[in-house]
């Protein structure tokens, strides 16, 4: 009779008798933290935002005198405890204009972004969902966006007075184009979809159709381009003062206040340093928003599934 196999372990091994405890996994975090810790660039750029806006919105609060007025005896002085920035060409306080440009700036930014979004976004639907209409609206669109932006801007404000309202209306004009060829290729891939045939098969009318199923998947990506056009307004704005076809000079903002130093700049440098930082920051802030935008709305971008 063949021996029993014993199941015993061979002597001095020993079996331990419990698991060791697994470490419990690490949780994320959560809060305003765990936002950073996953959106750093959209939380850097949105903090850096809100500090231009509190800027704006908060000016006459802030250690700021009239931003116009003159002081021919305090020409060109250095940045001091009087005069943070310094003084320009005519004694006014360079602290304060560029304080109050930030107003101009940003007004500029976010209402060009708002309307040509609005305008661009009906526009590319229309063109996106109806063929014989696609023809027509794209064809202006390709003749629109074959002239730059900043030029286009130019020749209609060289037909106004200058003006905040017609510096806003000239440069809406000219970013229509771009959310619209936007909205529209995304209108095209989105009508090819199994849900709206279905929709369609079902009787469903092509506005009810629209509303429910390509509008909402519309906004994620317009909503970045929008960010990207806020930039890009604060910059034509920027430059359309600089070289006078922007809001009238006397109007304190970045453009105008680096127009009027660049004749002095290699003297005084400050009088263009300061207000080319600001734009720099407020532009920069922006695009971070709109890559942070990016990240966060877009699935495919996702790190994690």
């Not at 932006?149 to 060289?158: D, T």
Request: with cysteine; proline share 8%; aromatic share 8%.
């Amino acid at each position: 009779m063949a021996a029993a196999i014993s199941l015993a372990p061979p002597p001095g091994l020993a079996i331990a008798e419990e698991l060791p405890d697994v470490l419990p996994a690490r949780e994320p975090l959560k809060g305003f933290a765990g936002f950073i810790r996953r959106r750093p660039s959209l939380a850097f750029g949105a903090g850096l935002l809100v500090v231009m806006l509190f800027f704006a919105v908060f000016a006459p609060w802030l250690g700021t005198v009239d931003p116009g007025a003159l002081a021919t005896s305090k020409r060109l002085r250095p940045p001091s405890a009087e005069a943070w920035f310094g003084t320009d060409m005519l004694g006014r306080d360079l602290y304060s204009r560029v304080v109050y440009g930030a107003r101009v700036s940003l007004a500029v930014g976010f209402l060009v972004a708002l309307f040509s979004s609005a305008l661009g976004l009906a526009v590319g639907l229309v063109a996106g969902m109806v063929r014989w209409i696609d023809g027509v609206f794209m064809r202006l669109i390709d003749g629109m966006m074959s002239i730059p932006p900043i030029l286009l801007a130019v020749a209609l404000m060289a037909l106004t007075r200058g003006s905040l309202q017609n510096v806003v209306i000239a440069i809406t004009l000219a970013e229509i184009p771009r959310v619209a060829r936007l909205v529209r290729s995304v209108v095209l891939s989105l009508r090819e979809q199994p849900y709206v045939d279905a929709a369609v098969a079902a009787g469903t009318s092509t506005p009810m159709i629209v509303i429910r199923h390509i509008l909402p998947n519309t906004l994620a990506p317009m909503t970045v381009q929008a960010t990207y056009i806020c930039a890009s307004a604060m910059i034509v704005e920027a430059i359309l003062s600089f070289i006078g076809a922007g809001v009238p000079p006397i109007t304190p903002s970045w453009g105008n206040i680096m127009a009027e130093g660049r004749a002095l700049w290699q003297v005084k440098p400050t009088l263009v340093f300061f207000p080319a930082a600001f734009l720099s920051l407020t532009v920069l802030a922006v695009n971070l928003v709109g890559d942070g935008l990016r990240d966060a709305l877009d699935p495919r971008m996702a790190k994690s599934l």
